[in-house]
């Protein structure tokens, strides 16, 4: 069974930056979206962005100049510079693909903490 493997997160200071990465394991055909959304305290969860298998790429309400998303074949990056502590959140990795049981898939989150 596909799993996405989540990495990066973690405290870090205000102003800091972090990179979350995430990828999919146990699957050879290249997945046809991969995104990056982010719950915060007591929120709906909401899309950060993401990359489609030929490369678009879509933003969502969660997006900032600050923020960028990448990604190489079946792995998604968000890298995410001058953190403030109203980006603390869960950040969940999130899949689509018409091969994943119910056509897409999630990760199991990270959280990131920004604080001083």
């Known amino acids: 069974q596909v799993q996405l493997v989540e990495s990066g997160g973690g405290s870090v200071q205000p102003g800091g930056s972090l990179t979350l990465s995430c990828a999919a394991s146990?699957?050879?055909?290249?997945?046809?979206?991969m995104a990056w959304f982010r719950q915060l305290p007591g929120k709906e969860r909401e899309l950060v962005g993401g990359?489609?298998?030929?490369?678009s790429s879509n933003s969502g309400p969660s997006m900032e100049e600050r923020m960028s998303i990448s990604r190489v074949k079946n792995a998604v990056y968000l890298q995410m510079n001058s953190l403030t502590p109203e980006d603390s959140a869960i950040y969940y990795c999130?899949?689509?693909?018409?091969?994943?049981?119910?056509?897409?898939?999630w990760g199991q989150g990270t959280q990131v903490t920004v604080s001083s």
């Open positions: 999130y899949a689509a693909d018409h091969t994943l049981p119910s056509g897409h898939q």
């Open positions: 146990e699957i050879i055909t290249s997945l046809n979206y």
């Open positions: 990359v489609s298998r030929i490369g």
